[in-house]
C-alpha cells in the first residue's frame, strides 16, 4: 500500500511543481522570441562546449528527449543553419552535431537574456546557502526518473 504525503510533502511537491511550471512558462516565452523552443536552445547550449561537435546518441543522453525527437529538433536547427550534421571519422553509423557560425551568432544574442531570466525567477530567489542543498535534491529526483526510462 503507497502511503499517503504529508502536508509538508505535499507542500513541497505542490512548490516544485508551481515553481517549475513558471519558470518553463518563462523560459519558454522568452525562446520563442528568438524561434527557438526548450530543446532547440538546449541543443544549441550543450554544443556551444564543444569545437568538434557531439554526438546524437551522447546529446540525446544529456538532453530530455527521446533520439528521434532529437532527430527532428537538429534538422529543424540545421534547416535554419544554425548546426550542421557530419558523420563521425571512427564510425561510420555516428553523427556528430556541431554548432555553426550563425548558431553561435544567435546564441550570444539569447543567452544574456536566458540568464537573466534565470537568476531573477530562481538563482535570486534562493539563499546562496541553500543553493547546493536545492541543486542536490533536484539532481536526485532528475536521476531516479533517467533511471526509470532506461
Do not use: C, N, W
Request: aromatic letters at 4%; a positive charge.
Amino acid at each position: 500500500m503507497v502511503r499517503a504525503l504529508s502536508d509538508e510533502e505535499l507542500a513541497a511537491y505542490f512548490a516544485l511543481r508551481g515553481a517549475g511550471d513558471r519558470l518553463q512558462r518563462a523560459v519558454a516565452q522568452q525562446l520563442r522570441a528568438y524561434d527557438l523552443t526548450e530543446v532547440q536552445f538546449a541543443i544549441l547550449a550543450q554544443l556551444s562546449a564543444s569545437t568538434d561537435g557531439i554526438g546524437m546518441s551522447e546529446l540525446a543522453r544529456g538532453l530530455v528527449v527521446t533520439k528521434s525527437g532529437l532527430t527532428y529538433q537538429a534538422g529543424q536547427l540545421e534547416g535554419r543553419g544554425l548546426v550542421a550534421r557530419r558523420g563521425r571519422t571512427d564510425d561510420d553509423r555516428a553523427v556528430l552535431l556541431r554548432l555553426t557560425p550563425k548558431g553561435r551568432a544567435l546564441l550570444a544574442r539569447v543567452l544574456p537574456a536566458h540568464v537573466a531570466l534565470v537568476r531573477e525567477l530562481f538563482i535570486d530567489r534562493i539563499d546562496p546557502a541553500d543553493l547546493a542543498i536545492v541543486r542536490d535534491a533536484l539532481a536526485a529526483v532528475a536521476a531516479t526518473d533517467a533511471a526509470r526510462q532506461r
